[in-house]
């Protein structure tokens, strides 16, 4: 498929019949506690999806933690909207390919990364129904993924380069560090004084206002790749006016929940750079709708996460193999999450900073279902009736 192709134009249309939807909910303790500027996390609270069709499953996962603090979503929405509307909805239906499987869920407004989780797990259905890796079903490019590593804030600089450090030393392409108001110069600086070359970033989820233009100006100095999410997670027009006040490229996460949105931020000049999450967009037809129009602008991209298990990660890799995806996602190694994560093929850093994407048709790796039912605390089935 050729890369000026539109990969979503030329899905072949198969007939695949949704006959079961398996919904698992996962409680996860994390190796460490990650905090960011909207809370803490150390149990990490995730949906698994399976999708069974013509003896084959299709896994997806939904990433909307414990409660509504990242976004409006929580887990406990997931399961109420997936039950209620749009597993009833699929279960027994049977879609030619995954553009049509989206198009019957848009009766539903917002709840993305409910839909997102159906969606995935459809893409792998259909391409394991294929016998094709996932990548190349929609076009990807890479095989390799340079990925990058997220650290959550911390109590003092000292202890946060002692975490920078172990994951510089392991050979990650870049750094982000999360921040908030009273926890970003002096963090930006120790980081700088130590580690002169790396390339950084910093994460604010939201925390500040257009006021703070000082502070931003300040971290101008420290030749920083990009400051995620600055401003208001609704907010486009500030965002304009803060790029306009500083050098630095801002790169939206959470005001980017659409390829509306993406459009009027790119009218309004609000970001040089987008971090796209499958989950937060509703899926991967609307994240590759968004990169699309990204790289015709030419601004940034990469790809987004959500601390999930190995699943979530696993189609993270797929999406980041597409060739418009220029910086490092946030995709880390396993281990850096789980001590031990869900799957057969556990994520693995290489030497030289990325992580292959599995081989295999769709998504490559196999649910280990004795690890998924240790952390499950809940689980629904749909049958068809
Ligand atoms: O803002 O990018 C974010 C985790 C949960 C919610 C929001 C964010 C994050 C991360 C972690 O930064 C990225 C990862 O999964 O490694
Ligand atoms: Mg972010």
Request: overall charge neutral.
């Given at each position: ?41 150390k ?8 999708l069974h ?6 896994y ?22 997936l ?17 049509e ?53 911390r ?199 990325t ?5 295999g ?25």
């Amino acid at each position: 498929m050729g890369s000026s192709e539109s990969p979503l134009s030329t899905l072949e249309r198969l007939d695949i019949c949704v006959e079961k939807i398996v919904i698992r909910h996962l409680t996860m303790p994390l190796v460490e506690e990650f905090k960011m500027s909207f809370g803490s996390t150390k149990i990490r609270h995730s949906l698994l999806i399976e999708l069974h069709g013509d003896g084959l499953v299709g896994y997806g996962e939904c990433p909307a933690g414990e409660g509504p603090f990242y976004s409006y979503e929580a887990c406990e929405t997931a399961v109420w909207v997936l039950k209620k509307y749009l597993a009833r909805k699929i279960i027994g239906k049977t879609y030619a390919d995954p553009q049509e499987f989206r198009e019957s869920m848009e009766f539903v407004r917002g709840h993305r990364m409910a839909k997102a989780a159906l969606e995935y797990a459809f893409w792998d259905l259909y391409a394991k129904e294929l016998g094709m890796p996932l990548w190349r079903v929609y076009g990807g490019v890479k095989k390799k993924i340079p990925v990058g590593v997220s650290i959550g804030i911390r109590e003092n600089p000292r202890e946060l380069l002692r975490v920078v450090a172990r994951f510089v030393e392991k050979g990650y392409r870049r750094i982000k560090i999360k921040i908030a108001p009273g926890c970003d110069i002096i963090f930006i600086r120790a980081i700088r004084e130590e580690f002169p070359e790396v390339p950084l970033q910093v994460d604010a989820n939201a925390a500040y206002r257009l006021s703070d233009v000082e502070i931003f100006k300040e971290m101008d100095k420290y030749d920083l790749l990009m400051i995620e999410q600055p401003l208001h997670y609704e907010d486009l027009l500030d965002h304009a006016h803060l790029q306009s006040y500083i050098n630095t490229p801002i790169c939206l996460d959470e005001s980017i929940v659409s390829e509306h949105d993406a459009r009027l931020a790119i009218k309004l000049g609000s970001c040089k750079i987008i971090n796209v999450k499958p989950p937060r967009v509703g899926g991967i037809i609307e994240a590759i709708k968004i990169c699309r129009i990204a790289a015709q602008h030419g601004l940034g991209l990469w790809i987004g996460g959500m601390l999930e298990t190995g699943i979530g990660k696993t189609h993270l890799l797929h999406i980041a193999s597409l060739s418009s995806v220029n910086y490092p996602s946030d995709i880390s190694e396993s281990s850096r999450y789980w001590e031990e994560d869900i799957i057969d093929k556990p994520l693995k850093l290489r030497r030289d900073g990325t992580i292959e994407v599995p081989d295999g048709a769709g998504i490559g790796v196999e649910l280990l279902m004795d690890k998924a039912e240790k952390y499950q605390t809940g689980r629904w089935t749909i049958r068809r009736i």
